[in-house]
Nanobody, 126 residues
């Protein structure tokens, strides 16, 4: 059974940090890219960043996240981490992780993500 479990969310003050984790099982982790997405109340889901577990390529969906957000992957633990620093109230959202099988297309398109985890709530207070 394929499972993606996102956890690590919580309430943090602006300027604080959180590390989200996405634990994967039930598929060949090394052959997939893991992406983080988020959805704020009343807004559409948006991509955050993703990493290829094959060659560690990363992609930031928004340049403003570079320098604040970092993605990393542990192929032994089959877990992808999203380190978020200097959090802002506008980062408040439910964060989801998803898996896309690696292909020649980089970064994966939204439609390429086959498996999704449940979300974890991140709330940044001002």
């Amino acid at each position: 059974e394929v499972q993606l479990q996102a956890y690590g969310g919580g309430l943090v003050q602006a300027g604080g940090s959180l590390r989200l984790s996405c634990a994967a099982s039930g598929f060949t982790f090394d052959d997939y890219a893991i992406g983080w997405f988020r959805q704020a109340p009343g807004k559409e889901r948006e991509g955050v960043l993703c990493i290829s577990n094959t060659d560690r390529r990363t992609y930031y969906a928004d340049d403003s996240m570079e320098g604040r957000f970092t993605i990393s992957s542990d192929n032994v633990k089959k877990t992808v981490y999203l380190q978020m620093n200097s959090l802002k109230p506008e980062d408040t959202a439910v964060y989801y992780c998803a898996a896309a099988q690696n292909s020649e297309t980089w970064p994966p398109k939204a439609r390429d993500y086959l498996y999704w985890g449940q979300g974890t709530q991140v709330t940044v207070s001002s």
